[in-house]
């Protein structure tokens, strides 16, 4: 059972007595409770709220995984494929369907490199956790094709636009075959202009096991070299290891 069906078994019964009863007041709080649980958990992939998201990996030893969401990017990809083989890491590209149908010499690069090319949906809609079943399949669907034609691989691993879930995300990742992964340590590489502070930001969210989300495209090619340097060089310092994503959820 999920969290949001335990949290809507205790809710509606005890909104539904209220209500019956004439405590009103007390039947609007617990839909209000529910209510902000559904939008706090739609929105925070760390509380698993609608189903078994992984965003940690089992690793009890000092070991992370580096993923970068939205490429492949025909500016940053490459330096970034560069940068990862001069130092020998080996990552997971969350890529978009779009873009990988449209950069398919890119798409197989990555995975020529020994680094996993995952499931970041086809359209990367912002509307995307509102898709009925129906058109969420679909885009799901077209992404898996898009990166099986492009590289011969199909994804095992989804992460949905802007770490938004709801039960379809769950419901058609597991018809796909797909698991839905988060992540733990965000660098918010999007929104901060300092490397530092993205480093920064995802050193205090690093535990063995952990997650790191950076983007790839989102942001100037100059600023996610820099950034990933950084960062190689600060898990080097924490006795980090970096391992793929797949290693690290085994
Ligand atoms: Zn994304």
Known sequence: MTRFNFATLIALPLAILAFGSGHWGVARVVILILLILIGLGSAIPQMRFFGPMVCQGKSSRRCVALTFDDGPDARSTPKLLQLLRNLGIKAAFFGVGRRVAENPELAAWIVSEGHLLENHSYEHSNLTNVFSVIRLRDDLRRAQQAIQKATGILPRFFRPPIGLTNPRVFRVARDLGLTV????????????????????????????????????????????????????????????EVVRLDQLLK
């Open 181 to 240: 992964v988060g992540w733990g340590a965000g660098g918010l590489d999007t929104q901060l202009t300092s490397s530092e502070r993205i480093v920064n930001r995802i050193t205090r969210r690093l535990k063995p096991g952990a997650i790191i989300l950076l983007h790839d495209g989102n942001i100037p090619d100059e600023r996610l070299v820099t950034t990933v340097k950084m960062l190689l060089e600060r898990l080097r310092t924490l006795e980090y």
